[in-house]
């Protein structure tokens, strides 16, 4: 059974850091692409960082840039997304995902409507004083 299930979120001061997890079962995901997407209240899901699956490129939402950093471990089948300075825009429910895309389309995936074959069920995060 594929799956994918995040981990880490929880409740931080602004400033604060947390570490997201997205761990893949059933298959493996060297050959995808990674995405980390969120969507907090009465918002639209937005993208917030990719990786592709081949040459390790990445992608940053202009609102995260400099703060997020996200990697993959294909040994552990699990990709992370390190939040540093977090603010209380930040908030919501934090989604990773799966597909094949070749690297050429990475940014598109994540910023351009192109949607992911599989879907985590999301990780709260909300960032509060």
């Known amino acids: 059974q594929v799956q994918l299930v995040e981990s880490g979120g929880g409740l931080v001061q602004p400033g604060g850091s947390l570490r997201l997890s997205c761990a893949a079962s059933?298959?493996?995901?060297?050959?995808?692409?990674i995405g980390w997407f969120r969507q907090a209240p009465g918002k639209e899901r937005e993208g917030v960082s990719c990786?592709?699956?081949?040459?390790?490129?990445?992608y940053y939402a202009d609102s995260v840039k400099g703060r997020f950093t996200i990697s993959r471990d294909n040994a552990k089948n699990t990709v992370y997304l390190q939040m540093n300075s977090l603010k209380p825009e930040d908030t919501a429910v934090y989604y990773c995902?799966?597909?094949?895309?070749?690297?050429?389309?990475?940014?598109?995936?994540?910023?351009?409507?192109?949607?992911?074959?599989?879907w985590g069920q999301g990780t709260q995060v909300t960032v509060s004083s």
């Open positions: 059933g298959f493996t995901l060297d050959y995808y692409a």
């Open positions: 990786i592709s699956s081949s040459d390790g490129s990445t």
């Open positions: 995902a799966a597909d094949p895309i070749p690297v050429s389309l990475l940014w598109q995936s994540c910023f351009g409507g192109i949607t992911y074959d599989y």
